[in-house]
């Protein structure tokens, strides 16, 4: 399987972020993605390539406006201020606010961000642009006839919405990919997030439309982040009703319960009629994430990637979360290698 990277995702890298309320060491690193390429270097998955550069229109297809050039212009804006240490939000716009765009950085900051864990440093523009591309070529992959990519996106993609960013992520590169691909001449394409964490950018992104399919296999919301979207009555809304689905499972459940959720899940893409599938690929469901409680071993990820075959679509995998960083590569390949066996 070919592998579409950039080096540019070092340009990402956070000092810190709010968990368990102190500052901790960020735990989207950039040795994350060298972990991922080394593995696939080191286990002859294919070539790699670099990637090539679409520009901001496929973005724009995606994200508010506003937001995009937010981001262009925040490190600039940030740093202007004498401020050397990464941006992080310190309020939201919560319920009876205001819902304006302030003009200052600091609120826009505030107003653009879900969470406290996702910095904004002077290399995050490059790099979720780089990202971007980086999916965006294996989405031309595709459409030039390819039965799968892997697009090594760093930073991540799915928590980032239609106007906000979070979760370690700021463009969601899937969700860019899914568009291309509709702009392509894919009538139906399928995006399926098996990350821990629900993919709440890319279901509020496709929750009104028909033409994407969404689903996601996720800690139960209830008590896992992003606490407030992933709930099993999400279905979608007017012409994307029956469009959505969710699959929250509780915190700590076992791998036969998983792999029944992603039985369900690969059903319903198969009966939508997906002509290709777009894979939100986090492996943070392994049992030795730091952050999450599922208890996907290894070897498990090699089903998960030989039953994602059997549906016998043009497939894209797009690099999510996955925070056990020693075995982050060798976790990700078995998905890749387990879809090529
Ligand atoms: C792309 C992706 O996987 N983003 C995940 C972002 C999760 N950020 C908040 C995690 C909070 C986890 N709290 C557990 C604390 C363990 N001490
Ligand atoms: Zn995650």
């Known amino acids: 399987m070919l592998t579409i990277y950039s080096d540019s995702h070092r340009l990402q890298h956070g000092r810190s972020e709010l968990i368990d309320g102190t500052l901790k060491p960020c735990f989207e690193t950039p040795s994350r993605a060298d972990m991922v390429l080394a593995a696939v270097r080191q286990r002859d998955l294919g070539d790699v390539v670099h990637p090539r550069r679409h520009g901001l229109e496929p973005i724009l297809r995606v994200h508010d406006e506003g937001y995009v050039r937010f981001l262009e212009t925040a490190w600039q804006r940030w740093s202007e201020m004498g401020r050397d240490y990464d941006a992080l939000p310190k309020m939201w716009q919560i319920r ?4 304006a765009v302030p003009e200052h ?5 505030c107003y653009y961000s879900m969470d406290c864990g996702t910095p904004i440093t002077a290399g995050t523009w490059q790099a979720a642009t780089a990202s971007v591309d980086v999916a965006l070529t294996g989405a031309d992959r595709l459409i030039g006839g390819e039965r799968a990519a892997f697009a090594l996106t760093r930073p991540p993609g799915h928590h980032a919405a239609r106007d906000y960013c979070g979760g370690y ?7 860019i990919a899914a568009q291309a691909l509709r702009d392509h001449g894919m009538h139906r ?16 992104i496709f ?3 028909s033409d994407v399919l969404f689903l996601s296999i996720h800690g139960d919301p209830r008590t896992e982040y992003p606490f407030f979207l992933g709930f099993a009555d999400e279905k979608g809304d007017g012409e994307g009703l029956g469009y959505n689905f969710n699959f929250p499972l509780a ?6 319960t998983w792999f029944f959720a992603l039985d369900c899940a690969l059903e319903q893409i198969a009966r939508f009629g997906a002509e290709a599938l777009v894979v939100s690929l986090g492996v943070d469901t392994f049992e030795g994430d730091p952050i999450s409680r599922f ?3 290894t070897p498990d990820f090699v089903t998960l990637g030989a039953r994602l075959a059997a549906l016998k679509l043009p497939t894209l995998f797009c690099l999510e979360g996955g925070y056990a960083v020693g075995p ?6 078995n998905v890749l290698a387990g879809f090529e066996a």
Do not use: M, P
């Open 251 to 256: 915190a700590g459940s076992c791998v036969s």
């Open 295 to 297: 208890q996907l071993g």
């Open 207 to 209: 929750y009104h439309r």
């Open 105 to 109: 950085v600091e609120g826009q900051l």
């Open 96 to 99: 009876r606010l205001r819902e």
């Open 328 to 333: 982050i590569g060798d976790n990700v390949v």
């Open 189 to 204: 394409v399928a995006v399926l997030d098996v990350d821990y964490h629900h993919g709440n950018g890319t279901q509020d």
């Open 169 to 175: 992520c700021f463009f969601n590169n899937a969700a």
